[in-house]
C-alpha cells in the first residue's frame, strides 16, 4: 500500500508563500516521480510540478519562477514551495507518486488526502 501524506497549505493574500509537503516510504520516494496536481473548484483537475527519482524537474507554464520543488532524502519527503501567490492559485493541491512519467498527460498513480491553498486578493 502506497501512502501519501500531505500538510502544509492555508490561506495567504496574494503575492505571499506557502510550503506544501509530501512523505512518503524510502521505498516509494527513491524510485518513483512524485510531484503536485491541483484542482480549482469547477475546473479539472490540472498538473503542477512533478521531480523525477533523479531530481528532475518540469513545472506548468503557469507556475514557472514562482514554484520550486525540493526533496529531503532523509525525511523521504518532497516539497512545493510556493511564492507569489495569485488568486488563480487557489485550490485543493494533491500530491501524487508514480513508477512512471507523463504526468504532463495522464493522472496515475497514488494520492495524498489534498490540501486546501486559499490565496486573498
Known amino acids: 500500500q502506497v501512502v501519501l501524506e500531505e500538510s502544509g497549505g492555508g490561506l495567504v493574500q496574494a503575492g505571499g508563500s506557502l510550503r506544501l509537503s509530501c512523505a512518503t516510504s524510502?521505498?516509494?520516494?527513491?524510485?518513483?516521480?512524485m510531484g503536485w496536481y491541483r484542482q480549482a473548484p469547477g475546473k479539472q483537475r490540472e498538473w503542477v510540478a512533478f521531480?523525477?527519482?533523479?531530481?528532475?524537474?518540469d513545472y506548468a507554464d503557469f507556475v514557472k519562477g514562482r514554484f520550486t520543488l525540493s526533496r529531503d532524502n532523509a525525511k523521504n519527503t518532497v516539497y512545493l514551495q510556493m511564492n507569489s501567490l495569485k488568486p488563480d492559485d487557489t485550490a485543493a493541491y494533491y500530491c501524487?507518486?508514480?513508477?512512471?512519467?507523463?504526468?504532463?498527460?495522464?493522472?496515475?498513480?497514488?494520492w495524498g488526502q489534498g490540501a486546501q491553498v486559499t490565496v486573498s486578493s
Open positions: 501524487n507518486a508514480r513508477p512512471g512519467s507523463n504526468w504532463r498527460r495522464y493522472e496515475t498513480g497514488y
Open positions: 521531480m523525477t527519482n533523479g531530481g528532475i524537474t
Open positions: 524510502r521505498s516509494i520516494f527513491s524510485v518513483w516521480n
